[in-house]
C-alpha cells in the first residue's frame, strides 16, 4: 500500500536545529517534495530530492534515502517564523502526490 | 506575473444545496488538483486532471464532482452537500514535475 510517516507536532527554540523526518512506502517512486504551510495559509514549495543525498538551500536541508525510504528536513538557525507544519509528499509516476499528514512546528524564544 | 485563484475565500451553505468552487490558474499548467483539508488528515486528494476533458477520482471523491473545459479552470462541485464536507479545500496546479503551486483556498461550512 501507500503511506507517508511524519511526527505530529516537534518544538524547538530560537537559533536551534531541527531536523523532521518522513518515511514512505509508495509504487512508481519519483521524489520526495517538502512544503511549509503556516497557519491559515496555502502549502509553499521548499525542496523536491529526485536523487539520494543532501540538498542545502540556505538554512533549509532536505535528505533523501531511496533504499530506505526515508527522508529528512534539516532547519538551521531556527526563527520564530519558521513556526509552521511541515508536509513531506511522494512523487508517484502517473498520477498525483501522496501527501503526509504534516509535522508541526512550534519555535519558542 | 502567473498565479492560481480561488473562489469564494469563504462560504456558508446548507446541508443538501449544490455548490461550486471555482479554481483559475494562469500558470497554463496541464496537472490541476483539488484537495480537502481537515485537522488530523493533512491534505487528501478529492479529484484531479490531467489535461483538458480529462478528470480522475482521489483518496475522496465520493459526493464531488469535477470537469475540465479549458486549461485554467477546474470547478469542484458538490452535489448535494453535507456536513461531512465542511473543510477547507485547496486548488493546486503543476507542470510535468509535479511541483504542485496551491491556491489560497475556500474555507467551506455546511450547517
Known amino acids: 500500500g501507500q503511506n507517508i510517516d511524519q511526527p505530529t507536532e516537534m518544538t524547538a527554540t530560537e537559533g536551534a536545529i531541527v531536523q523532521i523526518n518522513c518515511t514512505y512506502q509508495t509504487s512508481g517512486f519519483n521524489g520526495l517534495f517538502w512544503y511549509q504551510q503556516h497557519a491559515g495559509e496555502a502549502p509553499t514549495f521548499l525542496s523536491y530530492?529526485?536523487?539520494?543525498g543532501l540538498e542545502e538551500k540556505g538554512r533549509f536541508s532536505s535528505f533523501l534515502s531511496r533504499s530506505k525510504g526515508y527522508s529528512y528536513l534539516l532547519l538551521k538557525e531556527l526563527q520564530m517564523k519558521d513556526s509552521a507544519s511541515y508536509l513531506c509528499?511522494?512523487?508517484?509516476?502517473?498520477?498525483?502526490?501522496?501527501f503526509g499528514k504534516g509535522t508541526t512546528l512550534s519555535v519558542s524564544s | 506575473d502567473a498565479e492560481i485563484t480561488q473562489s469564494p475565500r469563504h462560504k456558508i451553505t446548507e446541508t443538501g444545496r449544490q455548490v461550486t468552487l471555482a479554481c483559475h490558474q494562469t500558470w497554463n499548467h496541464n496537472n490541476m488538483f483539488w484537495y480537502r483539508q481537515d485537522l488530523g488528515h493533512g491534505l487528501r486528494l478529492i479529484h484531479y486532471s490531467y489535461g483538458v476533458h480529462d478528470t480522475n477520482k482521489g483518496e475522496v471523491s465520493d459526493g464531488y464532482s469535477v470537469s475540465r473545459s479549458n486549461t485554467e479552470d477546474l470547478p469542484l462541485t458538490l452535489e448535494s452537500a453535507a456536513s461531512s464536507q465542511t473543510s477547507v479545500y485547496f486548488c493546486?496546479?503543476?507542470?510535468?514535475?509535479?511541483?504542485?503551486?496551491f491556491g489560497p483556498g475556500t474555507r467551506l461550512t455546511v450547517l
Open positions: 509528499a511522494a512523487n508517484q509516476a502517473g498520477t498525483a502526490l501522496i
Open positions: 530530492n529526485v536523487l539520494d
Open positions: 493546486a496546479s503543476s507542470a510535468q514535475n509535479n511541483e504542485q503551486f
